[in-house]
Every structure is written in C-alpha cells, then in structure tokens.
C-alpha cells in the first residue's frame, strides 16, 4: 500500500492521499489514533470517503529500516487535507502537554468552548465515551486542546455577597479545559450546545443573562449563531428530549435546554423561528 502510494498523484477531485505524522508522535499516540473511536469522527467531521492509519517503512542512507505512521485519506482534496490536519493536531495534542494553540490554518474551522475541571470527568466519561457519544450524535470532531489555568488569588467579599454568584463567577474564570470542536459549520454548532447544555445542567446559572431586561440573550450574526434563552419553568416536562426534538424540526435549528434554559442554534432566521 504505501509503495502504491507515494507515486499517486494529488487531484482536485476525489483522490487518495497520505501525510506522515511528526517524528514526536509516540508508540501509544500512534494505537490510539489507530481505534476507531478516533477515525470515524475525523472521517464525519472533514467529509472524507475513508481514514485510515497505518505504518509506512522508510529506509535511512546506512540501510536502517524505521516504521514511520501515516494517515491514508480519501476524498476530494479540501476533504483529504482537513482529515490530515486534524489528526496532526489531535496527535500533537496527545504528547502530554497540549497545544498552546490551534495551527492558523485550523483557527477558523472549529469552536471553542470551555468546561470547568470539576466536571471533565464526566464530560469525558471512561475512555472518552461520552465525549465520542456527542461526537456521534452531531457529525463533529472534539478534543481537548488545552488547560486554562484560571485567575489567580482571592477576591475580597462583603457581607452583603451573594455566596451563589460568587461561586459561580470563579467557575466561569477558574481552571478549565478547552475543548476544540471541528466539522461542517452546523455540526460544530450542535456539538458546542450539547457541551455548554451538560456545563449548565451540572452549575445552573453559569450562563449568565443580559445585564438589560429580557430572558434572552441573542447572538447577533445574520448567519450560524447561537441564542440563549430563559423560560418561567423547565422547558423539558420529563427526562427525554421530546419538546427540543419537536423545536428543532420545526424551526431547522439544533435545539437543547437544560432546566429552564434553552440553547438555539442555526442561522438568524431559523433562531428568530425557534424563539417564537
């Protein structure tokens, strides 16, 4: 296969490509890039017909024979590039220290969204399966790119402090885990409510309201954005997710509430819909 490959020529169309990874990337990094639970997301999120990992052998000028991974992409060539990239910076991610910061080439293809560290354990789930459940559900790609180490030092309280709004302002500024979510533009969208929906069920209030009257706060994009918006009651009567199902059908928009909150994503129109 990889003989085969490296006299295949790149095209525009539907094509077939490899990228040797970073001669850092380790033995481990390498078996988990290797499962499924990796791959199949990348494939989702960039597009591509298949992607697949494998050890391409090299020769040194003494003879010396090295195994060097690779990843094989097929698509068309937007496709097979983004699939490339995202498993060079989802492997960098995986040497123990994180990413400073995303590539500049990848800066624009993903969100961004912060969960506290007292719930990364859960957000993860063992052997990330809850993280690869969301991935499943939206057609995105997410990893953790690094840790924000949070403000520093105590504030000064007074008596008259409202203990919950304090608490709540140091989980917004405290230690968290970014978390980098790739695909197509609505796929990202459903991913990043699914996440801040678990982040709001798990500290209710985090997300806080206009400091204006109202109930909602809107993004103001006339295109993909997200609308937060804040009921009298919960929105959902029971543990399923009938009511945001209902919505989002109706509206077009990815729709999910935790308590009396409810996150609307989709293009401005599509959001004014939802809210009505």
Known sequence: MASRMEVAQPCNGIGLDFTELPSSTTYGTTNRLRQSETLTPVRRASGCIKVEMFMHPKWSATA???????VLTVGTR??????SQLI?????SLGGKGLMALPAHLAGECRLVCVPNGMMAGFLGPRLCNLHRVEEETGAFAFVLRERRGQQGKRDLDDSADMLKVMLDQLRTGPASEIAIFGPARARLAAEIKTMAQIEERYHGYFERSAGPGSEVLDPVEGLGIDMVWLAGDFEDSASRTRAEILSGASGCHVESAGRLVF????RGQRARARE
């Open 78 to 83: 937007e496709q097979r590039w983004k699939a």
């Open 264 to 267: 609307v994503a989709g293009a």
């Open 88 to 92: 060079v910076a989802f492997a960098a």
């Open 64 to 70: 010396d024979r090295s195994d060097v991974p690779c």
